[in-house]
């Protein structure tokens, strides 16, 4: 399971090729550890939940931001020993792991009746639909908790993560997905239902809401390449987060006022009916559209001032211009 | 906020001052960091959930078990560097903070409508009745999350807790809290309402549910102080730890069943009315109070073959009467 970095410089990288690959190595590692040791019932909720689900975003933008820094760095920054490399890539595919848990638990809270009362995800109907609501409740408290368990190997399990590594995963992630992050600007988004939110309100919870998460994902991968946070790759890899995370909230707007249900596997036109704050309900359509642009230039921008090498900042890149250009 | 091991040797200790001090030790670091960085709405849910309530059992037992190696190990195991032992008593406070939040959390959760729908809590409305189910749901998960945040503080915040500490004292509370553990225990519960389960069914769950954060208290207070996880004091804490959290959860029943409501500060009966298997429908009062009394003598048996210096222990020796002989 360990993340051999892909050769960039013999042609140019097939990317759904990369995304297959990764996803598939995603995909058994969480299958692995989702539900191990728990009571029969709350494993099936939390296989149901993480399993065969989603996107992957965080996962993949983990793993890229991992392979830019592995790959992409100058020679006298690559790791010589192979079992710390072994140990990175390992601690990279924990990371994708750990974020996919923590996002994936946040939508099994989020639809249930107290909170968005959804009953339809990926295109299946939601967790406590099928479970209930209170093994949906425990199921995502449990995830939240694996998360932080799969950060956290002891010396008997995986490749060997190195100790301080693990520690500034959990740190990264913990803050991101907390009171100052994803759980905090749930709370404003809570508040905000029929309220009139300005531009700087909207931004700053979807900042923490959706954009603190995708953030976190790209520093987790590059921590794992072993980038120190003060360094110019870390902050314009940071940068790129950061625009990455508002244009892909942008776009969740501009595709909930527009597309079916059936195409977004989730129920469309809710923030609408529920009279919320959107991007299109402050910008507009073409607005919000422009915005999404501007922020994958940003993104892009910042993609190519961070000293890596253009090779290995591929998927990155292209990662970026999915995030803006997905249909659903 | 370091732990200074108080001096055993020159007179027994007073524990009501020994808890006294550190109660209040743990409810300024809580005070400080609950709802720090949060919206307004989540950061109250937050402070009213954790702050000022509770016989914060957990906190005392992480700190006591620190104390006790801190203070009873061996001489060649005291550690003499200054700033390393005030990282590792940083550590016991932030240990003592974290798995209280935990349990927070888990009695936030418990108590909402899906679960056991509780109106009182520690002589108080639920967080549910008085700040709504979708904020309560949110102050839940971003506990659960603060608990890892608190374990995670970088080179800037506390006094240096050393990343192979905060990485194991994770590993101990994710591994506790999580599916294997107490979300598992929970599960089984939640599964059991109205079936006949027998002993080792019951034991189990109690052991996931309740039993697991106990010990880890217990476990995370001997890593603070220095402890490898294969030595005989480890283990004979991980005992102590073991039998403590059963004994907890035996006396929690024979309360529930013979005290009223306004001395437990919570609903009084419920397991019984809910046709819940408990070790008092299991093992009748008397069982259930000698089985108690054994766990007690089991636990200070499990000190005593620790290793460490009689007077080191009496703190862990104090809570294990307290928590067998309780009221409430």
Chains 1, 2 share one sequence.
Not at 2 to 13: D, G, I, R, T
Not at 87 to 101: K, P
Not at 255 to 277: F, I, V
Request: charged letters at 20%; glycine letters at 10%; one cysteine or more.
């Amino acid at each position: 399971m360990s993340a051999v970095p892909m050769n960039f410089e013999s042609q140019p990288l097939d990317m759904n090729l990369w995304s297959q690959n990764h996803l598939a190595r995603v995909e058994q590692a969480l299958s692995q550890w989702v539900g191990d040791g728990a009571p029969a019932g709350l494993g099936d909720a939390m296989r149901y939940a993480v399993l065969d689900g989603g996107k992957r975003l965080r996962p993949l933008l983990v793993l890229a931001a991992y392979e830019a820094v592995c790959s992409g760095a100058p020679a006298s920054a690559v790791v010589d020993d192979a079992a710390l490399r072994a140990g990175l890539g390992e601690a990279a595919l924990r990371a994708a792991c750990a974020v996919e848990l923590i996002h994936a638990y946040s939508l099994v809270h989020d639809d249930m009746p107290c909170m968005d009362n959804d009953v339809l995800r990926r295109g299946k109907p939601t967790v406590h639909v099928v479970f209930g609501e209170a093994q949906a409740m425990l199921a995502g408290d449990a995830m939240q908790a694996l998360a932080f368990e799969v950060l956290t190997p002891d010396a008997g399990e995986g490749a060997g993560v190195p100790a301080d590594l693990q520690a500034r995963l959990v740190r990264i992630l913990a803050r991101a997905s907390g009171q100052a992050g994803m759980a905090g600007g749930q709370a404003i988004d809570l508040a905000s239902v029929g309220q009139a939110l300005d531009e700087a309100t909207l931004r700053d919870m979807h900042r923490r809401k959706t954009g603190a998460l995708l953030r976190a994902s790209v520093q987790m991968g590059a921590a794992c390449g072993g980038l120190q946070a003060d360094c110019v790759a870390w902050q314009a890899l940071t940068a790129y987060g950061h625009a990455m995370g508002l244009a892909f909230q942008i776009v969740d707007d501009v595709l909930d006022a527009t597309q079916p249900s059936d195409t977004l596997g989730k129920t469309a036109g809710k923030d609408a009916d529920a009279n919320k704050p959107t991007y299109v309900s402050l910008l507009g359509l073409d607005g919000a559209r422009q915005e999404a642009d501007a922020l994958l230039a940003q993104a892009l921008s910042a993609l190519s001032r961070s000293g890596l090498a253009d090779a290995a900042l591929q998927p990155l890149s292209d990662l970026a211009h999915r995030i803006v250009h997905r249909d659903h």
